[in-house]
């Protein structure tokens, strides 16, 4: 089992910056990708940015450039931090971990992030 717990969202204007942290904690040893989706209202969660064990770094196309996903072993954390926010990144954003060699996945309960205009 492994727990996820975000924390960092917020309200912030169009142009602005925001850091999203996801503390995990149980079997980490186990995660094999760690990072975070969003869901706006109406709208399907969709994928925002994922970090594999290896390091390797996936991004939605909508978040290329302006998003970094980044991890710390160490701390069992992984963060994301969000520059050059726009209206369309509101949404509630959710930490996600697949575990291996048992495939299971996990979910935080959420933090908000609101983008003002």
């Known amino acids: 089992q492994v727990q996820l717990v975000e924390s960092g969202g917020g309200l912030v204007q169009a142009g602005g910056s925001l850091r999203l942290s996801c503390a995990a904690s149980?079997?980490?040893?186990?995660?094999?990708?760690i990072g975070w989706y969003r869901q706006a209202p109406g709208k399907q969660r969709e994928m925002v940015a994922i970090?594999?064990?290896?390091?390797?770094?996936n991004y939605a196309d909508s978040v290329k450039g302006r998003f970094t996903i980044s991890r710390d072993n160490v701390k069992n954390a992984v963060y994301l931090q969000m520059n050059t926010l726009k209206p369309e990144d509101t949404a509630v954003y959710y930490c996600?971990?697949?575990?291996?060699?048992?495939?299971?996945?996990?979910w935080g309960q959420g933090t908000q992030v609101t983008v003002s205009s």
């Open positions: 996600n971990a697949i575990t291996r060699p048992r495939i299971a996945t996990y």
């Open positions: 970090i594999n064990s290896g390091g390797s770094t």
């Open positions: 149980g079997s980490t040893s186990n995660i094999n990708a």
